[in-house]
C-alpha cells in the first residue's frame, strides 16, 4: 500500500512558477512508476507529466511541454512537477498517482493505469 500526499500549490500571476510534491509512503516507492495529472472544474481529469522509476525516461502532455519538469528523489520517496511559464489554463487541482513499475522502465499517461492517488493540490493561475 502506497500513500501519496502533495503539497506545494498555490495562487501565482500569469507567468509564475511552482514546485509541486509529492511524498510517499512506503518502502516501494523507488520501483515505482509516478505522474501528475489535473482536474479543471467541469473537466475531465488529463495527463500531465510521467516519470518511471528510475527517472531515466519522462513523458509530457503537449499543453505543458518545455515549461514543465518532473522529477524524483528516490531517497526522499518524492516526486515533484516544476512548473514554470505559467498560464491561467493551467488552473486545476493537481493529482500525483503511483504504480509498480516494470523492467522496462514505462511511463504511464492514463489515469487508468494508477493503482494509487493522492487528494489532489489546488492550482490558480490568474491573468
Do not use: H
Not at 500500500?1 to 523507488?30: D, I, K, M, N, P
Not at 516519470?51 to 515533484?80: L, P, Q
Not at 504511464?108 to 490558480?124: D, N
Amino acid at each position: 500500500q502506497v500513500q501519496l500526499v502533495e503539497s506545494g500549490g498555490g495562487l501565482v500571476q500569469a507567468g509564475g512558477s511552482l514546485r509541486l510534491s509529492c511524498a510517499a509512503s512506503g518502502r516501494t516507492f523507488s520501483s515505482y512508476a509516478m505522474g501528475w495529472f489535473r482536474q479543471a472544474p467541469g473537466k475531465e481529469r488529463e495527463f500531465v507529466a510521467a516519470i518511471n522509476w528510475s527517472g531515466g525516461s519522462t513523458r509530457y502532455a503537449d499543453s505543458v511541454k518545455g515549461r514543465f519538469t518532473i522529477s524524483r528523489d528516490n531517497a526522499e520517496n518524492t516526486v515533484y512537477l516544476q512548473m514554470n511559464s505559467l498560464k491561467p489554463e493551467d488552473t486545476a487541482v493537481y493529482y500525483c498517482a503511483g504504480r509498480p513499475g516494470s523492467k522496462a522502465g514505462t511511463t504511464y499517461i492514463y489515469t487508468g493505469s494508477y493503482e494509487y492517488w493522492g487528494q489532489g493540490t489546488q492550482v490558480t493561475v490568474s491573468s
